[in-house]
């Protein structure tokens, strides 16, 4: 069974950074899809950004295009979400999530392995 440890959330003020890390056991995401989704308090779980690593783009929500980075170390089995010019509407518990690559993304479902999720908080 893949395991997904999630690391880097916090509290930051509007503007600022953060960097949230997933690192997986084994070498799974090689062959993987690797997505991070968000859950706000009394919201539906929703998609952010992924990245497979077979040459593909990153693939991000429009709502933070042009702000989040989505990358990866292989050699790390770790994959990092960089969040830039947060919002204090980026406020969720973030969650990354693996699977077998599909070349889909967004679909919750899809995935199969899932970290254990880390609190972002943006104050205004």
């Known amino acids: 069974q893949v395991q997904l440890v999630q690391s880097g959330g916090g509290l930051v003020q509007a503007g600022g950074s953060l960097r949230l890390s997933c690192a997986a056991s084994g070498r799974t995401f090689s062959s993987y899809d690797v997505g991070w989704f968000r859950q706000a308090p009394r919201k539906e779980r929703e998609f952010v950004a992924a990245?497979?690593?077979?040459?593909?783009?990153?693939y991000y929500a429009d709502s933070v295009k042009g702000r989040f980075t989505i990358s990866g170390d292989n050699a790390k089995n770790t994959v990092f979400l960089q969040m830039n010019s947060l919002k204090p509407e980026d406020t969720a518990v973030y969650y990354c999530a693996a699977k077998r690559h599909t070349g889909t993304y967004s679909y919750l479902r899809t995935y199969d392995y899932w970290g254990q999720g880390t609190q972002v908080t943006v104050s205004s």
């Open positions: 990245i497979t690593w077979n040459g593909s783009s990153p």
